[in-house]
Every structure is written in structure tokens, then in C-alpha cells.
């Protein structure tokens, strides 16, 4: 969603916070829904890409019986950084995989805006980083407990709320500024009653 | 060079019964634990990585392989030349560094990017001025190739070709990349013995070179500023770049010893050709900063005895054994010009 509205890919929103007109033209993520205390569960990872067929995106897992014991987790943690090639949503292939320096892109929002600085006016945020400061993975603080079955949003206005893309339009690495949009995207997530 | 091949279909000797040569030489007793073991690939998958390992068909334009700056006789190295080639004459940033002994490092390349030997491929795979190619479009035209299908299956159990998989099978090819025939190893082994000089050199190696150097591998593999004043052009600021941390910068990986005859020119950037212009580099160009290694901040200094004998110790860590294997070289049997 934007704002409220239904995001559809190319279209143009208006960011009242910085008076700028937004179209987002990508938007991928890694999401997980776990037990607490699984350490290696790569089977659960699914890799999220927003699209015209994808507009509503879906994902099952079977869990314990305890919710208190789940997180929902976005990106992916030093454990699966580190154990080499994985298959499936995590291969490498799949264009999510940053290849300069070793580790999974948790986050892609691409997109273009009347206000932003970069060339041809197109900003990216790859977010991602798995060691030391800059570790990416963010847990949605979201009650959790009581769904077999839950709807949520992903409110996009909130994130370039918080964003001005003529300060900082292109996040490619990891970094300070990474960490805050990891969070910031995050604190997106809302449940849908 | 625009090299077509046709592939010669390995499973007909795999039918057949061909039994690949075991490539993995039992680990010597007084070398260490392995920090990413060869021994949990198989000899096809090896063999899989040999043949991705030496074709150009992983650079976008089917002109350049891995063994184009990885060339066997070099120890995998690029003899002559100080920065990596990549496709349409381009100049990479860094000195196409041996490979070897893998299986003891834990991180890869010069500044550690690559933290897992079945991921490092992707770097040179996706570089601009190396193969400037990407994953995906690999594995769409691996997946073209009778061959590589059937290579697949017989390495993996099924023809599909992967990300993951070709990942593995490469990674499966340099962990296998064993050197430990030196003359040093059959000393180490009690089946030659060193020379009076080459003990006299052993003991200078030992007192100046080994915490850095340490045998029997002759590298810890860590991370260190040896003092090399920064090159202007390429300003590389080493493993800084990767972790954004200033007690990182102007850190490279130190690099082993062995096979020094043949993988000249040294150093990240390839700016010394000749093991004097190292040495000499010890003796007086080092260039103190924060981050300097503290074992080099007075410098090296060695007579000149010392340093005809430290060269000779150092030419017994050479493995010939290593550099004319056949099992690592080009896999002439699967690959013929048309």
C-alpha cells in the first residue's frame, strides 16, 4: 500500500512530508515465519516480488503449537549468510545476492521520484548486511499469537515518510543508513483485521 | 581469444565404468584442520567444477574463464601479469591472486569478500571488469548443453542446472586444489632432508617470517597492513571496503609462501616482479601507519647471507607435484576444437 491506497507498480503517489511524487518499479524481500529456535531454517525462507501478478502474496508455514515461540523475520541472518550456496528462493542466482561482497540483499525497493537526486531520478535501496554493525535482518513486532490465518499491509507511505531521496537515494551495501531503512521497512508491516 | 568448444560427452565414460583419479592427496599430519572441507564433494562434482572451472562460457561473451587468470601452471596465479584481465581487454583492480590450499581459509580473496568457498565464484562471475556476467544467465546457458545436463545428473542426481549447483561443483574444483609436495613436505615428512643452507634459511624464515607466515601452511590467512605505500591509481583501501571499519584499512590477505616460483608478480596489485623487490621492501619501503602490522614497524633487516639463504628455503616450499598435475588442468578429454 501507499498512503492507504493499493500499490500498483508504476503508478506515481504524492509524499506530502517532502512534497514529492513517488512510483516504485520493484519491490522484493526475504520473509520468514518461524519458531524462535530454529537455527538452520532455509526451507522456511521464502524471497517476496511485488508485481501486476503478484499484488497479494502468499506464504504458509506449518509451526509448533506455541505462538509465542514464532517471529516473522525479514532477511536473512548470519547463519544462512555464511554456509555457502543454498537452493531455492536463497540461490544465489535468483538476483537477490549481492556480488562485490559476500551476502543476501534482504530488501530491494527500486523506484523514480520527481525529487531524487540520483540519475535519471531513480532511487534504489538494497538492504542487507549479516555481521558486526551492519547485520540487516529485522523481526516485525507484530502480535502474533493468535493467527492460523492473517492478512497483513506493507505501508510503503511510511517508509518514504521517513526517507528523503534528495539526501539519500541509493543504498547498495551495507551501512549506518541501511540499518535505519531495514528498520524503518520493518515498522511497515501492519496486521489487517 | 574467442574459444568455441564442443564438448565431447563425458557420460559415455561414465557408462563405460571410467573411474575419475582421486584427486585429493591425504591431508598431511602436520597440517591443521580444514576450515571448509573438499571431502564433502564427490569426485564428478570435482570434475564438474573442472570443466565450469576452465570454460569461457561463465563470461558473457564465451571469452574468458577462470583459468584465464587462474592458470595451472601458475599455481593458479597469472604469471606477468599485475592486475586481473577480464572480457574485451578490460583491467581488473587487483593481482589475480594463487589458489591453493583453500580448504584453510576461511575467507576469500584479497580483502575476505567472499566468506564461504561456494559463494566466491560470484564475484569474478558478476565483476564488470572481470566476466561481467551474471548467475542466472549462467545457469540458462549451462542448461542449453546436452553436456552440462548430463554432467549435472551424474554430479548432483538430476540434470537440473542450478545457482546453487554450479556454485558447489566450482567450489567443490579449487577445495580440491592441494598443495603439499614441496621438498619442505618431504622433510616435514622425514623423506628428504634440507641442505645447510636451506636450515640456514628455515631458522631466518622462523625468526622473521612465520608469525605472519606461519608454516605448515605459510599464511595464518588473516588480514594484514604490510606497509605497502598506496598506489595513487588504484587507491585500495583492502578489507576497509568490506567491513567499513578504519582499523581494516590498507589490510589484505596475507598470502602463503609456497609456490613462490610461480606465482610472480606478489602483493594485491602485482607490483613486485621479483622476490628482491619483496625483500627489499621489508628492508626499507615500508610506510608506517595506524594500522601497520606491528611485526613490521622497525622493518626486516637481513645480511645478505640471510637473504641468499632465506631464498633457498624458500624455494623448497615450490610444489611441481602441484603445478604439472593433470587432474588439474585443462580437461583436455571433454573439450575438443572443432
Redesign the interface.
Known amino acids: 500500500m501507499f498512503q492507504g491506497e493499493p500499490l500498483i507498480i508504476g503508478k506515481y503517489y504524492f509524499d506530502p512530508i517532502h512534497q514529492d511524487s513517488i512510483c516504485i518499479t520493484s519491490l522484493k524481500f526475504y520473509v520468514t515465519l518461524k519458531d524462535k529456535h530454529e537455527e538452520r531454517y532455509e526451507d522456511k525462507v521464502k524471497l517476496m516480488e511485488y508485481d501486476e501478478e503478484n499484488r497479494h502474496l502468499t506464504y504458509h508455514q506449518n509451526l509448533t503449537d506455541v505462538p509465542s515461540e514464532r517471529e516473522l523475520l525479514i532477511g536473512i541472518d548470519s547463519t544462512l549468510?555464511?554456509?555457502?550456496?543454498?537452493?531455492g528462493d536463497l540461490?544465489?542466482?535468483?538476483?537477490m545476492?549481492w556480488?562485490?561482497?559476500?551476502?543476501y540483499i534482504n530488501v530491494k525497493i527500486e523506484g523514480r521520484s520527481k525529487n531524487c537526486s540520483a540519475l535519471k531520478h531513480e532511487f534504489q535501496f538494497h538492504l542487507g548486511g549479516y555481521s558486526?554493525k551492519?547485520k540487516g535482518i529485522r523481526q516485525v513486532n507484530l502480535e502474533l499469537h493468535d493467527f492460523v490465518k492473517c492478512k497483513m499491509a506493507i505501508e510503503l507511505g511510511d517508509f518514504f515518510a521517513a526517507t528523503d531521496l534528495r539526501q539519500k537515494p541509493q543504498v547498495m551495501s551495507?551501512?549506518d543508513e541501511g540499518n535505519r531503512l531495514a528498520t524503518l521497512f520493518a515498522n511497515t508491516f501492519h496486521l489487517i483485521r | 581469444m574467442n574459444v568455441r568448444m564442443v564438448f565431447i560427452s563425458m557420460v559415455s565414460a561414465c557408462l563405460l565404468g571410467f573411474a575419475y583419479p582421486k584427486q585429493r592427496p591425504e591431508i598431511p599430519e602436520y597440517f591443521p584442520e580444514p576450515k571448509h572441507s573438499s571431502e564433502q564433494y564427490s569426485d564428478m562434482q570435482i570434475e564438474l567444477g573442472r570443466m565450469l572451472f576452465y570454460d569461457p562460457i561463465l563470461s558473457r561473451d564465451s571469452t574468458l574463464s577462470c583459468s584465464s587468470c587462474h592458470s595451472s601452471y601458475n599455481a593458479f596465479a597469472h604469471t606477468d601479469h599485475s592486475l586481473s584481465h577480464g572480457i574485451e581487454d578490460r583491467i581488473g583492480t587487483r593481482n589475480a591472486p594463487p589458489l591453493f590450499n583453500l580448504e584453510w581459509q576461511e575467507k576469500l580473496m584479497w580483502d575476505g569478500a567472499a566468506n564461504h568457498p561456494e559463494v566466491q565464484p560470484v564475484a569474478p562471475i558478476s565483476n564488470a571488469l572481470e566476466m561481467d556476467e551474471n548467475l542466472e544467465h549462467v545457469v540458462l546457458k549451462l542448461s542449453r548443453q546436452d553436456i552440462y545436463k548430463n554432467m549435472f545428473a551424474s554430479a548432483f542426481g538430476s540434470e537440473e542446472v542450478t545457482g546453487q549447483r554450479v556454485l558447489k561443483a566450482i567450489a567443490a574444483f579449487q577445495l580440491s586444489l592441494r598443495s603439499f609436495g614441496s621438498k619442505y613436505d618431504l622433510v616435514k615428512s622425514g623423506e628428504a632432508i634440507f641442505t645447510a643452507q636451506e636450515n640456514s634459511g628455515y631458522s631466518v624464515f622462523l625468526k622473521h617470517c612465520n608469525t605472519c607466515h606461519r608454516e605448515p601452511l605459510f599464511s595464518t590467512f588473516e588480514f594484514a597492513n604490510n606497509g605497502l605505500p598506496v598506489d595513487a591509481d588504484l587507491k585500495d583501501a583492502g578489507r576497509m571496503r568490506i567491513t567499513l571499519e578504519k582499523s581494516d584499512s590498507l589490510l589484505f590477505k596475507i598470502p602463503s609462501l609456497r609456490n613462490l616460483k610461480y606465482t610472480a608478480p606478489y602483493m594485491h596489485d602485482g607490483r613486485f616482479r621479483k622476490m628482491s623487490e619483496v625483500l627489499d621492501h621489508y628492508k626499507s619501503g615500508i610506510v608506517k601507519s595506524v594500522t601497520l602490522a606491528k611485526e613490521l614497524e622497525s622493518g626486516i633487516t637481513l645480511s645478505d647471507v640471510e637473504r641468499t639463504d632465506l631464498m633457498a628455503f624458500l624455494s623448497t616450499l615450490n610444489d611441481s607435484s602441484f603445478v604439472f598435475n593433470p587432474a588439474f588442468q585443462f580437461p583436455k578429454t571433454h573439450f575438443v576444437n572443432p
Do not use: R
Not at chain 1, 81 to 87: D, F, I
Not at chain 1, 91 to 95: A, E, L
Open positions: 549468510n555464511t554456509c555457502g550456496a543454498l537452493s540461490d544465489p542466482s535468483v538476483g545476492y556480488t562485490w561482497n559476500t551476502g558486526g551492519y551495507p551501512s
